[in-house]
């Protein structure tokens, strides 16, 4: 059965808007989506909801329990560590497959946006940085070829996207050793460094962060992560 275009468009319109409050904070972890409330919101039936909420949890933003139903999706810390694990190795190699295919005019744009970064740094804003973090990241690594490997590394960002100024926020420290790394990312793309030193200096500028992380939690006996 074919959907009328009309359904597809205010099945759109639900999407973006219950993931902009989502990625925005006003939908914290844990939030329940109340199909008819939102409906009622956005002016329209249940149905495109119901089909916005599934995309969401294919994406992994939204989980649904029987007896609980939508909500926003939680994640702890176990979940953010295997999480950034996982990360480390799937943009680690989207970054390397990406690189023959990264121009110079690439190259520059990465590098304006790590000297945004760190300008960030001198009033550090953790939400800001991490979207140029995000922006920056993505320059490197949309390039890549492999469509379902982009896609994967697409699906870690957005659950990272949850924990968005976590890291950044208990280790500030960390962000001035980021902008640096970036730094060195570019100079291997930018000298046609061999495939594989591109990669694992992806994939350990993603678990420096982890480590970051991780120390600052058994140093501070933290449990679960909550953005």
């Not at 190795?89 to 497959?97: D, H, K, P, R, S």
Request: aromatic fraction near 8%; charge should be negative; charged fraction near 25%.
């Amino acid at each position: 059965m074919t959907v009328a275009p009309a359904t597809r468009s205010k099945s759109e319109l639900s999407y973006t808007w219950i993931r902009s409050k989502i990625e925005g904070g006003a939908f914290v972890p844990g939030y329940r989506l109340v199909l008819g409330a939102i409906a009622k919101e956005l002016d329209v039936s249940v149905v495109p909801v119901r089909e916005a909420i599934r995309r969401l949890e294919a994406e992994g933003l939204v989980t649904f329990e029987r007896n609980v139903g939508a909500q926003v999706a939680m994640l702890n810390e176990t979940g953010y560590v295997t999480t950034m694990q996982t990360l480390s190795i799937l943009e680690g190699a989207a970054t390397m497959l990406s690189a023959p295919f990264i121009t110079d005019e690439d190259i520059a744009a990465a590098r304006a946006v790590n000297a945004n970064m760190a300008d960030c740094l001198e009033n550090f804003d953790p939400h800001r940085f991490t979207e140029l973090n995000r922006e920056f990241h993505s320059i490197l690594f949309e390039r890549c070829p492999n469509d379902n490997l982009l896609d994967l590394v697409h699906r870690g960002w957005n659950s990272l996207n949850m924990l968005r100024d976590s890291t950044f926020s208990f280790v500030p420290g960390r962000a001035h050793q980021s902008v640096a790394e970036h730094e060195g990312i570019l100079s291997l793309l930018e000298n046609g460094a061999d495939s594989l030193d591109i990669e694992l200096a992806a994939r350990a500028h993603r678990t420096r962060t982890l480590d970051a992380f991780t120390e600052y939690q058994s140093t501070h006996k933290r449990s679960p992560v909550q953005p």
